[in-house]
């Protein structure tokens, strides 16, 4: 829907973590909506900043880099800008309920708490998770 009416030969460049998943979208992208001039970012956001970096350049990539494995993320800017789904401070601090009967859809189980909504919900998503 989001390419709806754009030319099959329009150059499109994806990125991501770093991870498989780009390479899913992009061959997605040319098998089943037909573009063909599709190309991924080489290695993700965690080498981009890093190549930034290197050559002494401003990478354009901004506060956290989240990523679906066990670092939940890796920071690539100083910027925060995100906030604790509970209390609203500046926060980019990515967690998963730690609660293994959470009653939450498990899509959401991720999100974004500070320090001290962590300490007050004893890990937990909510109340009913402490």
Do not use: W
Request: charged share 20%; hydrophobic share 35%.
């Amino acid at each position: 829907e989001a390419l709806e009416g754009v030319p099959q030969d329009t150059e499109i460049l994806t990125y991501c973590t770093g991870g498989i998943r780009c390479e899913k979208a992009n061959a997605y992208l040319i098998q089943e909506m037909g573009y063909n001039n599709v190309g991924a970012l080489k290695g993700g956001i965690v080498n981009y900043h890093q190549y930034a970096q290197d050559k002494n350049l401003t990478s354009a990539f901004l506060g956290v880099n989240h990523v679906f494995d066990q670092r939940m993320g890796q920071r690539v800017g100083q910027e925060i800008l995100s906030n604790c789904e509970f209390c609203g401070v500046a926060s980019d601090v990515q967690t998963d309920c730690a609660n293994s009967a959470c009653p939450r859809p498990f899509a959401m189980r991720r999100f974004i708490q500070c320090g001290e909504c962590a300490a007050r919900l004893e890990g937990g998503c909510c109340a009913g998770c402490q």
